[in-house]
């Protein structure tokens, strides 16, 4: 008798067929699979865990649209070994892919409601899909309002699609950065400083937030105090992981195995843990 | 013996004399047996031919920071509680191959690991032991997704499990959480051991038809009851003389009611950060995956290996850790074992062994760590 391995633990193999360069150091892939079935189906905010052949495997948020299952797209920033790795593949090269993995964003289950995105840096890569999804089902909701920071004009990931989207007249992008020089004509400053100028009625409002830690913890607080409760705001945790399925341990967060029950959470629900150091 | 007699329940008297039998029929059956035995002056978990093999007349003397093996007055064969390594070992191996990994073009190609799966037999796990497989059978079986390897071992696996009756279980508690001395379920036969004066035998219930088939063919016979109560007897006393208990009321609350306690700080000034008690832990399962690549380049492959949440790169982001001091990876490991893993798996990660603390080369001991944190916590928090 022989023991077969899990086949979430095998990467699947995906060509890439387009590299797009968003930022200094931050890639955005287009990718497909190599052979078998060609759609990759999987809903906003979920991660896959991508493998770069002998150098390693590390989680990444799908930043595609659901709508187009057939071309899987990934935003990675090169920030280590692996995610340098992955960012150096050229067109033709292969990836493996294992996923998708964790909860999503709740965007199926918030019709009727005004839908904040708040996205702090790379948080937007997870977010696009949602916003995809809004916009295809954009008679659902009220308004909807993006949010987006990055630490300076030149770090704004997709500026084309931000163009587009600033342009329609369903949906208001709301941009800052840290710092700019002159000829920044959008907002300086953090994030929470520009939740003012959206649009929206608290009492029938959700959020979506991604963002490093401190951007996610300020932005929470001031969204309260713009009256939303806990129950209305999700926000997307990340952990360290290594297999992404719940059996390794690596991504414990307290009570929670960010990559099986995350990495998006409402917030409610992790409120006594997310103030806590060093979980 | 008639088959008919031989059911789930059932006990039966084996002369110790009579015990090389059992290890036979286990061996014919093409099973592998896995038992206590002593290697290089320390109890391991190794291959069990003939009685001998066993530490036959041994003993261990166990404390914090210390395992001491002596010779014992009688003939025991499982005389001492358990020692460092547990079953864990067989069923989820510390470092397996995933994949392997050949480049092909501009791709590569993944050949899956395979490995043939071993029929162990284990001879002589402790009723904590029994407890700790349960607790990785919802870790590995229960979840979304199943791990292939622990399942195929752990159906494939023969219980010879052993009620038990070490007279210094000096730092086991299996008693106060309901673990043990006594093996309740999920074993195919359970052993009690008796000696009196002269008189040597074990007393053996049977847990399933697996394992009634296979004692039918031992030189056995149904115990009497004078016999059945001898073998309560022994298991009583051990349970009568726990060297240490855990009071567990609560105890999810105290723990999330107690991360900013001070005692972790204190308990922190002496662990090293070692990482043995994970290791040794038999529920323990948190394994790190690694990639390798060959010189050339061609050829890589993926294993996974055992992992302690000791390390610093345990909880690594790009950036840093999330658990860069050391309090806080002491604080990680205790509060999973004894608090986040019921809201995880619906148990306690501790089954009382009393292995972290034996091998723990500074003594720290969680019964007492829990002592003192639940003796001042409502001092420390008055609201
Ligand atoms: C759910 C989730 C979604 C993510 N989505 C994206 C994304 O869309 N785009 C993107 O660029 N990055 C994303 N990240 C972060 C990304 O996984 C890390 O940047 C990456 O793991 C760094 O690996 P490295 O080997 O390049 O860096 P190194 O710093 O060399 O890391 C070494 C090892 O540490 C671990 N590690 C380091 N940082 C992280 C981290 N942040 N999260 C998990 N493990 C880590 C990995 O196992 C890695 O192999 C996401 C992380 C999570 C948990
Ligand atoms: S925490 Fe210690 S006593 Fe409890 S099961 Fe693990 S090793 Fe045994
Ligand atoms: S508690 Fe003891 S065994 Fe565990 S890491 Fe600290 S020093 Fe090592
Ligand atoms: S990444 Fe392994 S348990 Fe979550």
Redesign the interface.
């Given at each position: 008798?022989?023991?077969?391995?899990?086949d979430?633990?095998?990467?699947t193999?995906f060509?890439v067929q387009k590299v797009k360069r968003e930022t200094s150091d931050t890639y955005t892939l287009d990718l497909s699979r190599?052979d078998g079935p060609t759609n990759f189906a999987f809903a906003p905010g979920q991660f896959n865990m991508l493998?770069a052949?002998?150098?390693?495997?590390v989680p990444i948020s799908i930043s595609g649209d659901p709508a187009v299952p057939k071309t899987l797209v990934h935003t990675v920033r090169d920030?280590?070994n692996v995610?340098r790795a992955i960012c150096r593949l050229k067109r033709?090269?292969?990836l493996?892919v294992r996923g998708p993995f964790g909860v999503p964003w709740p965007v199926d289950r918030v019709a009727g409601e005004d839908v904040l995105i708040i996205a702090g840096g790379l948080g937007l890569a997870p977010l696009r899909p949602a916003l995809y999804h809004l916009l295809q089902h954009r008679g659902e909701f009220g308004n909807i309002e993006l949010i987006y920071g990055a630490r300076t004009p030149k770090d704004l990931l997709y500026p084309k699609e931000l163009e587009r989207w600033r342009g329609r007249f369903d949906l208001r992008v709301h941009v800052t950065v840290d710092s700019a020089a002159d000829d920044w004509r959008s907002n300086v400053g953090v994030v929470t400083k520009i939740i003012d100028r959206a649009r929206f009625d608290p009492p029938s409002t959700v959020a979506l937030i991604c963002g490093p830690g401190v951007m996610m913890r300020f932005t929470v607080l001031e969204l309260m105090s713009h009256g939303l409760t806990p129950e209305q705001i999700y926000v997307s945790m990340?952990?360290?992981m290594?297999?992404g399925?719940?059996?390794?341990?690596?991504c414990?967060w307290?009570?929670y195995?960010v990559c099986?029950d995350g990495p998006v959470y409402r917030f409610d629900r992790i409120k006594?843990w997310f103030d806590?150091?060093?979980? | 013996m008639t088959a008919s007699s031989l059911k789930v329940g059932v006990q039966l008297r084996l002369a110790a004399g009579d015990f090389q039998a059992l290890l036979d029929a286990l061996a014919s059956r093409g099973y592998r047996v896995m038992g206590p035995t002593l290697e290089d002056g320390q109890m391991i978990y190794g291959e069990i031919g003939k009685v001998a093999d066993l530490p036959v007349g041994w003993t261990a003397f166990q404390e914090g920071g210390s395992f001491r093996l002596e010779p014992r007055p009688d003939q025991a064969f499982f005389g001492f509680a358990v020692g460092q390594q547990s079953w864990k070992q067989f069923l989820w191996p510390p470092h397996q191959t995933l994949y392997q990994v050949q480049r092909q073009g501009a791709g590569f190609h993944v050949i899956p690991g395979a490995e043939a799966v071993p029929k162990f037999a284990f001879l002589g796990v402790r009723a904590c032991e029994l407890a700790a497989m349960a607790v990785q059978d919802q870790v590995f079986l229960q979840g979304p997704h199943v791990d292939p390897t622990y399942k195929a071992r752990r159906e494939q696996a023969f219980i010879v499990a052993l009620n038990c009756g070490h007279q210094d279980p000096g730092v086991c508690f299996c008693a106060s959480l309901g673990t043990g001395p006594r093996a309740a379920a999920g074993y195919d036969l359970a052993l009690t051991e008796v000696l009196r004066g002269q008189e040597h035998f074990f007393v053996v219930e049977i847990g399933t038809m697996r394992g009634a088939d296979l004692i039918r063919e031992l030189p056995e016979r149904i115990a009497t009851p004078e016999e059945v109560d001898a073998a309560a007897r022994v298991v009583a006393a051990v349970a009568g003389n726990m060297g240490r208990g855990l009071d567990t009321t609560d105890i999810k609350e105290l723990f999330y009611a107690n991360y900013e306690h001070p005692r972790w700080d204190e308990v922190a000034a002496r662990c090293l950060n070692c990482g043995n008690c994970t290791m040794v832990c038999p529920t323990c399962f948190c394994h790190t995956l690694e990639d390798s690549l060959n010189l050339t380049g061609v050829a890589g492959e993926r294993q996974r290996r055992l992992d302690s949440c000791f390390s610093v790169d345990f909880s690594y982001l790009h950036g840093g850790s999330i658990r860069t001091s050391p309090k806080s990876r002491y604080r990680q490991w205790l509060t999973h074992k004894l608090a986040t893993w019921i809201d995880q798996f619906g148990c306690s990660g501790c089954v009382g062994c009393g292995r972290c603390i034996t091998w723990c080369p500074v003594g720290i001991d969680l019964t007492e760590e829990v002592r003192a944190i639940r003796e001042t916590a409502a001092g420390v928090r008055k609201e």
């Open positions: 008798m022989t023991a077969k391995l899990p979430p633990m095998l990467p193999p060509v190599a493998y052949f002998g150098a390693g495997e920030v280590g995610t033709g090269e292969v493996g990340e952990r360290n290594k297999c399925i719940g059996l390794c341990g690596h414990q307290g009570p195995f099986k006594d806590r150091r060093e979980v | -």
